[in-house]
């Protein structure tokens, strides 16, 4: 995984810079992180790369994440951008992690998915263009959203957010 602050060599996008802690530190302007599929692949996990590279999805209550109470940050983990709070979890029965919203808008990236037969938003990390998963309006509020996340795509960091 890459430290979150490191520039890539595409074009500028602007992330907000969050602690461990879940401290939003600043707000900053840096480039996307752009490789080929073929170093993707040599970095990457198997699993990993076939979820965030590939759009693939891990089969329902068998992520590492699904079933995690713990406090903490989830981060890409392609690039170490982060993503989602512990605290913004909820218990979605799907078998995936699922939130409520992301750490920062600007940090995910959205677009239409018309694979599979189905209209659906895709979830991608702003950073790196990761495939994290999708987001449906049948959340809980204060949103109404559920992101409903690959825990392939995610990195956690365990921590006691600070409020």
């Known amino acids: 995984m890459l430290d979150p602050r490191e520039d890539g060599t595409g074009p500028e996008v602007?992330?907000?810079?969050v602690s461990d802690d879940g401290q939003r530190r600043e707000t900053v302007r840096m480039k996307k992180i752009v490789r080929n599929e073929a170093d993707w692949e040599a970095e990457l996990p198997p699993v990993e790369?076939?979820?965030t590279r590939?759009?693939?999805?891990?089969?329902p209550f068998r992520g590492k994440y699904w079933d995690n109470h713990e406090e903490g940050i989830y981060r890409c983990a392609c690039c170490g951008t982060a993503l989602f709070e512990s605290t913004t979890k909820f218990e979605s029965g799907t078998g995936w992690p699922s939130f409520f919203q992301p750490v920062a808008e600007q940090n995910?990236?959205?677009h239409t998915d018309r694979s599979h037969f189905m209209e659906r938003v895709e979830v991608?990390?702003?950073k790196c263009d990761a495939h994290l998963g999708h987001v449906f309006p049948d959340g809980p509020?204060?949103?109404g959203q559920r992101y409903c996340i690959n825990s392939a795509a995610l990195n956690f960091v365990k921590t006691a957010i600070s409020r």
Do not use: K, S
Request: with cysteine; net charge negative; charged share 20%.
């Open 14 to 17: 602007e992330l907000v810079d």
């Open 49 to 51: 790369f076939c979820i």
């Open 54 to 59: 590939q759009q693939g999805t891990e089969p």
């Open 108 to 110: 995910i990236a959205t």
């Open 124 to 126: 991608l990390c702003n």
């Open 141 to 143: 509020r204060p949103t």
